[in-house]
């Protein structure tokens, strides 16, 4: 049972460089979600998808984009980094109507 | 907007001792979950609680809610070192369950 993986477990980017966060799930969850968590304030939602094809943003979207073409990948893109996005990234799944939600191991990610 | 708020942010305790930790959330959820945090780790579910007056107890953990007070208390009894990490509170998405809205986290430290 992998659960939620994400991969890299870490990454170090220049400013300016683009990436994506990669985000699978095998349990055929319809919701996934994505968050950073900064030192001092917890974990804020990125962005999140209730299905195949269907996203919105969440609290802080600016920076990222994501797109949701199968139900078990939630890639995170990150088009130019900069020093701000530098945290560590968590994505969640969780199944309609069971309330309980899987966490990923995160991205330790650095801008530099 | 919903808004979460733990106190407090940081509990340095003694083994042996009680404490509680306190969790305001500003909309009506019936939905609140308690995940603990070790360095560098992932969040690990501790409690789901998901209706008004729930009490759930794990060891020398017990959390409860209160939805009229919006209110979930997590309550540490006899603490021991092991007890020390960062608990985060999250309230649910009140019409789908797809996504969370976290408090700052508590840093608790048991000191023997």
């Known amino acids: 049972n992998a659960g939620v993986t994400q991969t890299p477990k870490f990454q170090v980017l220049k400013t300016g460089q683009s990436m994506t966060l990669q985000c699978a799930q095998d349990m055929n969850h319809e919701y996934m979600s994505w968050y950073r968590q900064d030192p001092g304030m917890g974990l804020r939602l990125i962005h999140y998808?209730?299905?195949?094809?269907?996203?919105d943003q969440g609290e802080v979207p600016n920076g990222y984009n994501v797109s949701r073409s199968t139900t078990e990948d939630f890639p995170l893109r990150l088009l130019s980094a900069a020093p701000s996005q530098t945290s560590v990234y968590f994505c969640?799944?969780?199944?309609?109507?069971?309330?309980?939600?899987?966490f990923g191991s995160g991205t330790r990610l650095t801008v530099v | 907007e919903l808004k979460v708020e733990q106190n407090p942010l940081f509990l340095s305790m003694q083994e042996g001792k009680n404490y509680t930790i306190y969790c305001n959330y500003s909309t009506t959820s019936d939905r609140l979950y308690w995940y603990r945090q070790d360095p560098g780790k992932s969040l690990e579910s501790l409690f789901v609680l998901l209706s008004n007056g729930a009490v759930k107890q794990e060891g020398r953990l017990m959390a409860s809610l209160d939805t009229k007070a919006r209110l979930s208390t997590l309550h540490i009894t006899a603490a021991v070192h092991d007890l020390s990490a960062t608990y985060f509170c999250a309230v649910d998405d009140f019409t789908s369950g797809s996504r969370l809205t976290f408090g700052e986290g508590t840093q608790l430290t048991v000191n023997p």
């Open positions: 969640a799944s969780s199944e309609v109507g069971n309330y309980g939600y899987t």
């Open positions: 998808s209730v299905g195949a094809g269907i996203t």
